[in-house]
């Protein structure tokens, strides 16, 4: 194993079940977030949790020597799942990715009682190189009035098993000082910075840390977010093995679910959407495949993505029209890869970068986010189109492919959805796509309006 933080150790936001008899109190828990490795003794997983709600479903995180290989949805009987039966229903979720690894180690089988390796694995192995040579990186949290959740986020940062990196802590437009103590506790345990950035805007946040760390790599994660212990040693792998990449995206996997609104935004295909875990390249030779016009399933996201130096700067900085705090809501993110392809860059898919994030707990917040997503996605596609308006055709050529996906029962965008689904959160996307293109023409108002005001 790596040295440093041991990467199967206990993770916030993944609730512990009881082995002991627990009181139950009748209320249902939607699913328990477990993260196991199978070079470990598989966990029993109980029916009911310690607070004494009815376990529905355990939702799996699986890994071999720390690489996650997929998930897995699984019902809980009132029983529970003893190891023998989550061995099977691992092994029949992720026959694909788990066979060959199985195969490799001369097993036909799960083994209940974990895998130990003949000699140090190929992954481990290879991560040891990279950590041996690994760049400096800056990681970049922009935040506002959230110190609760950015201390969780920070304490995850200050915890990898990575020899050299900074954090820079965006507070954009306080109206308290909670953020600047919170990263000052952080400071005392590690190398964090703080930056204020009076003008509100997400994407007005990300520009101020790229003006702070000209010539860095710069790898970004969202306060409601903590990071795998080897996030940015994964990071580094991808940018020591695809020394052309200019952008490496990871992926994004629930902290929790404890509400039936967090498995709802999951069903919908979370923050991958349908991207999995096959890691995978994208650049001017694979548009054949995947047009750099259409983000489904999605190049990356915002919430977990590293930029190597130069690149936010060669495609004009991050759109303030766009992001949290416009009235687009987000998708300066989707612009961002977008412009990084059709500039003739390289994106690297890269699953083994793994951040956890805590999904809105409630149907009001879930709406309100598809509403959110709807918006930004036609609001990018405005802004590209002001840019760039010979891509209109392209687009338009494209159109047939989005009604499928849309309106098709197969599609990335709903394949996953189960009969439970409120229907009507599909059409509050669909309301918020109508949506994106004039709230990206009053986004570019404001934004203008501020430039203004600061010249």
Not at 175 to 203: F, H, I, M, N, Q
Not at 239 to 251: E, F, Q, R, T, Y
Not at 285 to 303: K, V
Request: hydrophobic share 45%; net charge neutral.
């Amino acid at each position: 194993m790596t040295a440093g933080v041991d990467p199967r150790a206990a993770r916030p936001g993944h609730r512990m079940l009881t082995a002991p008899p627990v009181t139950p109190t009748g209320e249902i828990l939607p699913a328990v977030v477990l993260d196991v490795d199978l070079s470990d003794p598989l966990p029993t997983v109980a029916a009911v949790a310690a607070d004494g709600r009815r376990v529905a479903r355990a939702w799996i995180l699986v890994r071999l020597f720390t690489e996650p290989l997929g998930t897995v949805l699984v019902d809980v009987p009132d029983t529970g799942l003893r190891p023998a039966e989550l061995a099977v229903a691992v092994q029949a979720g992720l026959s694909e990715p788990l066979a060959p690894k199985l195969a490799g180690l001369g097993l036909d089988r799960l083994p209940v009682d974990g895998i130990t390796p003949a000699c140090e694995p190929a992954f481990l192995a290879r991560r040891r190189e990279v950590l041996a040579d690994a760049p400096h990186i800056t990681v970049v949290v922009c935040t506002r009035e959230r110190p609760q959740e950015l201390t969780r986020c920070l304490d995850s940062l200050l915890d990898q098993a990575y020899p050299d990196f900074r954090v820079l802590v965006v507070d954009n437009a306080p109206v308290t000082g909670a953020t600047a103590a919170a990263v000052a506790a952080a400071a005392r345990r590690g190398p964090v910075d703080y930056l204020r950035e009076p003008t509100p805007g997400l994407s007005f946040a990300r520009n101020a840390a790229v003006a702070a760390a000209p010539g860095e790599i710069l790898a970004w994660i969202d306060d409601d977010e903590y990071a795998d212990p080897n996030w940015l040693a994964e990071v580094a792998r991808a940018l020591a093995d695809h020394p052309d990449a200019d952008v490496v995206s990871g992926v994004i996997v629930p902290a929790e679910l404890e509400s039936t609104a967090q498995l709802w935004f999951e069903q919908f295909g979370g923050h991958s959407k349908g991207r999995g875990f096959t890691p995978d390249v994208f650049s001017p030779a694979t548009a054949h495949r995947q047009s750099p016009l259409y983000p489904l399933p999605p190049f990356g996201t915002g919430a977990n993505m590293t930029f190597r130096p130069g690149v936010i700067e060669r495609i004009g900085g991050w759109d303030t029209a766009l992001g949290a705090g416009t009235p687009a809501m987000g998708s300066e993110d989707t612009l961002a890869f977008t412009q990084v392809l059709l500039g003739g860059g390289t994106i690297v898919y890269q699953p083994s970068a793994v951040t956890h994030h805590y999904h809105r707990r409630d149907l009001s917040g879930l709406r309100k986010q598809m509403v959110g997503y709807g918006t930004g996605l036609t609001a990018a596609y405005t802004g590209l189109l002001l840019r760039r308006p010979a891509l209109l055709w392209p687009l338009l050529r494209l159109a047939p492919t989005a009604l499928r996906d849309l309106t098709g029962s197969d599609s990335p965008r709903v394949a996953t959805l189960r009969e439970d689904f409120p229907r009507e959160l599909l059409g509050a996307n669909r309301r918020g796509m109508l949506r994106g293109p004039l709230a990206y023409l009053r986004g570019r108002r404001a934004a203008r309006t501020v430039r203004r005001g600061r010249r």
